[in-house]
T-cell receptor, first 115, second 110 residues
């Protein structure tokens, strides 16, 4: 079965600092991996996804993630945090079936950005 | 705007009451999903539907039923609500570019 572990339920950075949100996965097959962002009282929005093409994936809002098979990791980074990045972030791994993809989510990391 | 619409946005139930959460999408997607979100646990899959007329259990189906009567709509029913079902419920549909989530239903069972 697929599983996802996000290290750190809360991460605090200063505005302009590097953002690093950690995600490790377990999968019995080559995975599809995703990062989603959730702003307060909203649904989840896709930031980026890895589907076995380039290992460095660029997403929206300046975020990127690197797939490292040897480390079973898919950490999310952004060079310079902005106040608007404050949100909860979820890493997910896909379990593909005939009609689509069932996502298994990590527990989430709440990013706080200090002025 | 195209997307996934969930109703209601908020609901308070007494233990033992029943209710149906509604979800509709207008993107002509085949696959639809119901998740619940609890603090520290991320989102967990309750049920999913690969196409009209088919449904399957996810990770946490106990206490829930679903119905996919047509391609647009996928409803989630709680027959006898319990406090453990207090949660935020998200519906999603899946297209070529991935999932689109609704804005959620915040359910409190007292």
């Amino acid at each position: 079965a697929q599983s996802v572990t996000q290290l750190g339920s809360h991460v605090s950075v200063s505005e302009g600092a590097l953002v690093l949100l950690r995600c490790n996965y377990s999968s019995s097959v080559p995975p599809y991996l995703f990062w989603y962002v959730q702003y307060p009282n909203q649904g989840l929005q896709l930031l980026l996804k890895y589907t076995s093409a380039a290992t460095l994936v660029k997403g929206i809002n300046g975020f990127e993630a690197e797939f490292k098979k040897s480390e079973t990791s898919f950490h999310l980074t952004k060079p310079s945090a902005h106040m608007s990045d404050a949100a909860e972030y979820f890493c997910a791994v896909s379990d593909r079936y005939n009609a689509g993809n069932m996502l298994t989510f990590g527990g989430g990391t709440r990013l706080m950005v200090k002025p | 705007n195209a997307g996934v619409t969930q109703t209601p946005k908020f609901q308070v139930l007494k233990t033992g009451q029943s209710m149906t959460l509604q979800c509709a999408q207008d993107m002509n997607h085949n696959s639809m999903y119901w998740y619940r979100q609890d603090p520290g646990m991320g989102l967990r899959l309750i049920y999913y539907s690969a196409s009209e007329g088919t449904t399957d259990k996810g990770e946490v189906p106990n206490g829930y039923n679903v119905s996919r009567l047509n391609k647009r709509e996928f409803s989630l029913r709680l027959e006898s609500a319990a406090p453990s079902q207090t949660s935020v419920y998200f519906c999603a549909s899946e297209g070529n570019y991935g999932y689109t989530f609704g804005s959620g239903t915040r359910l409190t069972v007292v």
